[in-house]
Nanobody
Framework: QLQLVESGGGLVQPGGSLRLSCATS????????IGWFRQAPGKEREGVSG????????YYADSVKDRFTISRDNAKNTVYLQMNNLKPEDTAVYYC????WGDGSKWYAGSEYDYWGQGTQVTVSS
């Protein structure tokens, strides 16, 4: 059973930056497609970004394109979500999820993923 641990959330002012991490100590994370999702109070969960396990392709929701960057550090068995120019509407609980050998073609669909982290809170407020 793959266990994912997110970290890096917190309170930041609008325009600020945070870097979220998704890590595991159990398996080689590079074999998994990783998706980042978020859920704000009263709203449905939405896909934010994804990275393929097969070709390293990266994917972004339109709302975060050019502000967020997803990346892998295989040596640290960690996937990152660098979030810049944060806006109040980015406030949510952020989750990472893993899909073994996923190609990322449906990175935005939560049903594609078998393993989920516990979430980390991101609050953007002045």
């Amino acid at each position: 059973q793959l266990q994912l641990v997110e970290s890096g959330g917190g309170l930041v002012q609008p325009g600020g930056s945070l870097r979220l991490s998704c890590a595991t100590s159990q398996y080689t994370l590079e074999y998994y497609a990783i998706g980042w999702f978020r859920q704000a109070p009263g709203k449905e969960r939405e896909g934010v970004s994804g990275i393929s396990s097969t070709d390293g392709g990266t994917y972004y929701a339109d709302s975060v394109k050019d502000r967020f960057t997803i990346s892998r550090d295989n040596a640290k068995n960690t996937v990152y979500l660098q979030m810049n120019n944060l806006k109040p509407e980015d406030t949510a609980v952020y989750y990472c999820a893993a899909d073994l050998w996923g190609d990322g073609s449906k990175w935005y669909a939560g049903s594609e993923y078998d393993y989920w982290g516990q979430g980390t809170q991101v609050t953007v407020s002045s």
